[in-house]
C-alpha cells in the first residue's frame, strides 16, 4: 500500500532531508584524494548526530555504516572502510539517510575525485540529468511509468546501462516502502497522489546494465563488465505546487 503524507509528516520529512544535505554539502567539501572512505562515514554520522537525528543506514538489514560509499564500478551499497582511499580520477558515489521524528530522507550523489575523464564527467552529468527529469514528472495524476520512462529517454539517447536490479522507492516512516520505481519503462500505471513520497534513483553505466553483489562483504553492488556507474537520488513529494525535493538544504 502506498500510503500519503500529512502535513505534519512531511514537515519531519523536510527537516530529514535537510540534514540529509547538510552532509551532502560537507562531502562536496572533503572528497578530496587522499581521504578514506571511513573517515567521510565519521564525518557523515557526527552531522546527522549533532542535528538529532539517526543514521537510517547503520544496521539496517545489518549494514555496518551511517553511508554507503560506492566508487567506480562499484553501483550502490559500498562500505566504508579505512583501507579505500579516494584518489584522483575516481568518482564516487555518496548515499545518506537520515531519519529525524520518526521520517526519513534519503539522497546520494556521485563526487569526482579531482578531475576525471571526459566519458565519466559526461556519465555523470547525464545522470544527474535524468534524475531531474524523473523528478520533473513526480506529479499528481501521472503515472510512475512517467518518471520511469523519463529516466529510461535520458539514458537512451547516451547509449548508457541502466541498472534493472535496483531502483527508485516509497519513503517516509520506512526507508523503503511501496512503491518499488523502475528506472526503464515496465508500463506500471499506478497513479501519483498528492502527498506520495519517493525516492527516485536512477543508477546509470558506461557500459552494459548488469550489475554484481560481492561474494566478500555480501553488499557492494558493481557493474559487471567493471565499467564506471554513477548514482543520483533524491527524495521527492509529489504536491499539488510540484514536485518537492526534501533533500535539499532549507533556507
Ligand atoms: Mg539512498
Ligand atoms: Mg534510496
Redesign the pocket.
Known amino acids: 500500500m502506498i500510503n500519503r503524507k500529512s502535513r505534519d509528516e512531511i514537515k519531519r520529512m523536510r527537516h530529514a532531508g535537510h540534514i540529509v544535505a547538510l552532509v551532502h554539502q560537507k562531502m562536496k567539501e572533503v572528497v578530496e584524494p587522499g581521504i578514506s572512505t571511513k573517515e567521510l562515514d565519521n564525518i557523515a554520522m557526527h552531522i546527522i548526530k549533532e542535528n538529532r537525528a539517526i543514521p537510517t543506514f547503520l544496521g539496517y538489514s545489518g549494514f555496518p555504516a551511517s553511508i554507503c560509499t560506492s566508487i567506480n564500478e562499484q553501483v550502490v551499497h559500498g562500505i566504508p572502510s579505512e583501507d579505500v582511499i579516494l584518489k584522483e580520477g575516481d568518482i564516487i558515489a555518496i548515499?545518506v539517510?537520515a531519519t529525524y521524528g520518526g521520517m526519513v530522507g534519503?539522497?546520494?550523489w556521485s563526487y569526482r575525485v579531482g578531475k576525471v575523464s571526459d566519458e565519466v564527467d559526461k556519465l555523470m552529468k547525464v545522470t544527474e540529468e535524468s534524475l531531474y527529469a524523473g523528478i520533473e514528472q513526480m506529479r499528481p495524476g501521472n503515472v510512475l511509468d512517467d518518471i520511469s520512462k523519463a529516466i529510461e529517454a535520458v539514458a537512451n539517447r547516451e547509449g548508457y546501462g541502466i541498472v534493472r536490479q535496483y531502483g527508485g522507492h516509497g519513503v517516509g516512516h520506512e526507508m523503503h516502502e511501496d512503491p518499488f520505481l523502475f528506472n526503464y519503462s515496465v508500463g506500471d500505471n499506478t497513479l501519483i497522489k498528492s502527498n506520495m513520497a519517493i525516492?527516485i534513483?536512477p543508477m546509470l553505466n558506461l557500459g552494459g546494465d548488469d550489475v554484481v553483489v560481492s561474494k566478500e562483504d555480501g553488499w557492494t553492488v558493481s557493474t559487471k563488465d567493471g565499467k564506471p556507474s554513477a548514482h543520483f537520488?533524491h527524495t521527492v513529494i509529489a504536491t499539488d505546487d510540484g514536485p518537492l525535493i526534501t533533500t535539499k538544504l532549507m533556507n
Do not use: K, R
Request: hydrophobic residues 25%; glycine residues 12%; proline residues 0%.
Open positions: 548515499d539517510g534519503d539522497s546520494a525516492a534513483e537520488e
